[in-house]
């Protein structure tokens, strides 16, 4: 027999009826108090237990139908969940748990159907872009109940898939991928313990390391910290220690761009350090790379050069694997050592091996990225404004914002841009060329203060 769509409370006692139960009858046979069941016929689906409603289709032979009533009711309830839900102290976390409950679906849809629908769920209710990312945010803290099963290797070619887009995608488009998918990823997210508890959150983890990284490339520095703890905790429930260390180090080097104070910055390293004095070497690179950028902006030159040496032997020790993609975050090439190379360099004063540092690091990008490179010129025309060439400097830090696509001026680079500016004697900063770079760099991306 095949229902039409209608209200749950309706179809479950047209089924009881048509079935020729009685109320204790049914109650009795679902171990389900009369009461209760009685409760059940009055209402509508989003708040039903989905135990309840299987073990009510079993008995009642009726297939997936009071499954599928209750989600349609979940589904029709989300437009007005949603603004209802927008207010009070906790319209967080009521707003994820009411886009989760109108999301659930019957047991064994794949991961990418269940994007396809919250993607279409999500285009039809007007939420204000905020509201949805703290919802999903607080949504990763509080999915600890029972949720439907998932295949982690799904999960992981979703993170992949992300690692790479990060690299070229337009940061709001991003963003808008990201929380579609956290917010299903509430899903496969179950309790306790176990071997897939910890692979989803170190998945988790990765993804909101992305999301973090991603905000404050748009300049929205208090969200992404706030994402930034939560990745950290997601990382930390995994208990992997290489996402752990990934975690940290890119929270280090983001630091440096995102107006965070560099003890504070320096403090992190210091935790990682002290709570795991024997991690595997293979897993330290992306923290090393940032504590020696963290101490080089410190002004710590000795101990950054020495971090960068101890960066290259690290990098000699890994894995092909983990150095022959070049087009993932997720990734550690050659062009990352370059890099990091480039940048203690260039503010440590060594202008020659950071000039070594900055053709070697060109030259390995893949043809795809603009943004690395970009931050290298611009920590070539640092090394040019340091030096005293401030014409110089000035023309080639304006070439390269100006050369690089709009939805590539994220705040690293902006960043890195002002950094330039701030080189630049005093009493240059009212020259002309001065003026007009100060002019771009403020036209350039809105930057949160």
Aim: with cysteine; aromatic share 6%.
């Amino acid at each position: 027999m095949t229902e039409p769509a209608r209200h749950f409370g309706r179809t479950l006692r047209h089924l009881r009826i048509d079935r020729g139960l009685s109320l204790r009858e049914l109650a009795a046979a679902a171990n389900i108090s009369k009461s209760k069941l009685q409760m059940l016929e009055t209402q509508d689906g989003r708040n039903v237990d989905e135990q309840d409603a299987t073990r009510l289709d079993q008995i009642l032979r009726s297939g997936v139908t009071l499954g599928a009533a209750a989600q349609r009711d979940r589904t029709a309830m989300l437009p007005r969940l949603a603004p209802a839900r927008a207010h009070g102290p906790n319209r967080y976390t009521d707003l994820a748990v009411s886009l989760l409950h109108a999301g659930i679906e019957p047991r064994g849809v794949s991961a990418v159907d269940r994007r396809t629908f919250l993607q279409g769920a999500s285009a039809s209710v007007a939420i204000p872009a905020a509201l949805a990312l703290e919802a999903t945010r607080h949504g990763l803290g509080i999915a600890l109940s029972d949720r439907l099963d998932n295949n982690t290797d799904d999960w992981e070619e979703i993170v992949q898939e992300h690692g790479y887009g990060y690299m070229s995608t337009p940061p709001e488009q991003l963003v808008e991928s990201l929380a579609v998918d956290m917010v299903a990823l509430q899903y496969a997210l179950p309790p306790g313990d176990t071997g897939a508890a910890r692979d989803l959150r170190r998945i988790a983890a990765l993804m909101a390391t992305l999301m973090a990284m991603t905000l404050a490339n748009l300049g929205h520095l208090n969200e992404a910290r706030r994402w930034w703890r939560t990745s950290r905790k997601l990382a930390d429930a995994s208990t992997d220690i290489r996402t752990i260390a990934w975690v940290r180090g890119r929270e280090i080097v983001r630091g440096l761009y995102e107006n965070r104070p560099i003890g504070a910055v320096l403090s992190l390293v210091d935790a990682f350090e002290t709570r795991f004095p024997d991690a595997p070497r293979e897993a330290l690179p992306e923290l090393i790379g940032s504590k020696a950028q963290a101490l080089a902006l410190a002004g710590r030159a000795d101990e950054a050069n020495a971090s960068v040496v101890l960066l290259g032997e690290l990098y000699s020790e890994l894995p092909h694997s983990m150095t022959s993609d070049g087009l993932t975050t997720f990734s550690w090439p050659e062009h990352r050592l370059r890099f990091a190379e480039s940048f203690v360099y260039s503010f440590g004063g060594d202008y020659v091996r950071a000039d070594e540092a900055q053709r070697t690091a060109i030259a390995l990008y893949p043809e795809t990225h603009t943004r690395g490179p970009a931050q290298i010129e611009l920590q070539r025309a640092l090394c040019l404004a340091r030096m005293g060439d401030t014409t110089q400097a000035l023309r080639h830090a304006e070439q390269t914002l100006t050369a690089l696509p709009p939805a590539d001026r994220i705040r690293p680079i902006v960043d890195l841009g002002q950094r330039v500016l701030s080189s630049i004697a005093p009493a240059e900063h009212e020259r002309p060329e001065a003026l007009a770079y100060r002019d771009l760099l403020r036209t350039t991306t809105q930057i949160e203060a």
